[in-house]
């Protein structure tokens, strides 16, 4: 048993998606959140960029004491996680193989809505289809949802008619389950209910990758039994914004503090004259 708090991140709001899972599965664990306001939108960032910030953002974690590290973000797992991984001494979990796992449970033609470097990674197909080759999969990379969640425009018009047409491509071939490839859009569930056919089911990874939690924290012995601590958030740009945009999902106000990641120092190289 140990009472360490287990680390979350997203670029957003997009990780509370899971952090209202994990107060459900994991009420007595104790929570430190992190959003990299800052510097979002992740989903148009390049590989290179997003593992300097994931190592940062894990390096901060490492220095406050985590037990285990989600990355409640579907980029950082696309982009970064098989990498980083193995440079941490927690267990650091995705939600990407949790969420493809859920939706081959459930679907044989299978739609994943993501930001444009998920999209383009590939990354869902390839963990779906390595569970069952013969399911199909569409996916659609969706650059304005994030930035529209970001400034609070759920209920805005432009959001519902841009949903449409992020939509359609995967509703003119008959899919049978989306799968939500960003932790922001769980935020626009009634807005997609709306376009979706009732015969579509909806999966959210985030379900799937606090399960997986459960799991691992049961498998080393590290479940918390003695009752959660306030959840710790903490972002790289304005702390009152998150606060403002985030007490719609928290029911609360968070007391939200600005932090100031590490530089991670560089890997060690042996210069090439030095080489005989
Ligand atoms: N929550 C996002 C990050 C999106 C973004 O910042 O573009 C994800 O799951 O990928």
């Known amino acids: 048993m140990t009472t360490a708090k287990i680390g979350v991140f997203d670029s957003g709001v997009g990780g509370l998606t899971v952090l209202r899972e994990l107060y459900r599965q994991l009420p007595n664990e104790s929570i430190l959140y992190f ?23 894990l390096l901060w974690m490492q220095q406050q004491g985590v037990k285990m590290a989600i990355m409640a973000c579907n980029t950082s797992s696309a982009l970064a996680l098989e990498t980083v991984r193995c440079e941490f001494d927690f267990p650091v979990l995705g939600v990407i193989l949790p969420g493809a796992r859920a939706a081959v449970a459930v679907g044989k033609r299978i739609g994943v809505i993501a930001t444009p ?3 383009a990674s590939n990354a869902y197909r390839r963990a779906i289809q390595e569970v069952d080759p013969k399911v199909q999969v569409w996916q659609v990379g969706c650059p304005a949802f994030v930035p529209l969640i970001e ?5 805005d018009p432009y959001t519902y008619e841009i949903a449409q047409e992020y ?3 995967l509703l003119q071939q008959q899919i049978d389950t989306l799968v939500y490839g960003c932790t922001h859009y769980p935020h626009l569930a009634p807005i997609l209910r709306r376009i979706l056919p009732k015969t579509v089911t909806l999966v959210d990874p985030a379900v799937h990758v606090v399960a997986a939690a459960v799991q ?7 479940k918390n039994h003695q009752g959660a601590k ?3 958030f903490g972002v790289s ?3 009152q914004q998150f606060a ?4 719609q999902w928290l029911g609360c106000t968070p007391a939200v503090e600005q932090v100031c990641l590490p530089v991670p120092m560089p890997l060690q190289s042996v210069p090439i004259e030095s080489i005989d």
């Open 237 to 239: 740009g304005c702390p």
């Open 35 to 57: 959003a990299d306001t800052a510097r979002l939108p992740y989903g148009n960032r390049s590989q290179a960029e997003i593992l300097q910030f994931v190592r940062q953002i």
């Open 244 to 247: 403002r945009l985030s007490v």
């Open 216 to 222: 691992e924290l049961d498998l080393l012995g590290l």
């Open 117 to 119: 470097a998920t999209a």
């Open 151 to 155: 400034q609070n425009r759920i209920n």
């Open 167 to 169: 939509l359609q491509p």
């Open 230 to 232: 306030p959840t710790r």
